[in-house]
């Protein structure tokens, strides 16, 4: 079974802390993708990262940065924590070439106070 | 609006009978997927159905698309109360992008 994890399951952060989500996935994918979800607007796509240290931007990337230094692990960036990135992230990962066969970790309730 | 709006946005009947739920979106896609997420969790993919398919069986799943109206049903037979979940689409343009673009979801409360 694909398995995609990710550090924490809710977080509590203050307004302008550094905030690192980890995601990893052991199926040796090469997409990886952060999503945002937000009630009312369903997800909506970070980042996407189709390769190590590849990366591409998604519909909402602004106040976000990611890092990929190893295939399994993709990283979300929060560089300044703000109240409006309180939110639910999920990750996923798929392999090349299936784009659609998208596998989701549990998610992270990222809270900013 | 988005993309991929379902309609409705909560449904809630009894075990046994049958859910569905209607997608609706803009442009040419390349196919649409189904997902279903439990409460506080990840995603699940149900169901994938390309564009030049127009209905779709996996168990007590049934999914069909009209790509003239630029809409998706699903319909979920005898349903049991561990389907209570939501329930979103995905849809990826046919212009080749990588992303895909997912709904806003529907509700469904299956009550024993």
């Known amino acids: 079974d694909v398995k995609v994890t990710q550090s924490s399951r809710y977080l509590v952060k203050r307004t302008g802390e550094k905030v690192f989500l980890e995601c990893v996935q052991d199926m040796d994918h090469e997409n990886m993708f952060w999503y945002r979800q937000d009630p009312g607007l369903g997800l909506r796509l970070i980042y996407f990262?189709?390769?190590?240290?590849?990366?591409e931007k998604g519909d909402i990337p602004e106040g976000y940065s990611v890092s990929r230094e190893k295939k399994e692990r993709f990283s979300l960036i929060l560089e300044s924590a703000s109240t409006n990135q309180t939110s639910m992230y999920l990750c996923?990962?798929?392999?090349?070439?299936?784009?659609?066969?998208?596998?989701f970790g549990p998610g992270t309730r990222l809270t900013v106070t | 609006s988005q993309q991929g709006e379902e309609d409705p946005q909560a449904l809630s009947i009894q075990e046994g009978e049958n859910a569905t739920m209607n997608c609706s979106y803009k442009?040419?896609?390349?196919?649409l997927q189904w997902y279903r997420q439990n409460s506080g969790r990840g995603l699940v993919h149900l169901i994938l159905i390309r564009s030049n398919e127009r209905e779709k069986h996996s168990g007590r799943l049934r999914v069909t698309l009209d790509t003239s109206k630029k809409s998706s049903s699903l319909l979920i037979t005898a349903s049991r109360a561990a389907d209570t979940a939501s329930y979103f689409c995905a849809t990826r343009e046919s212009s080749g992008t990588y992303k895909y673009i997912f709904g806003t979801g529907t509700r469904l409360k299956v009550l024993a």
């Open positions: 442009t040419s896609i390349n196919n």
């Open positions: 996923a990962s798929s392999p090349w070439g299936a784009l659609f066969q998208q596998y």
């Open positions: 990262s189709y390769d190590v240290k590849m990366k």
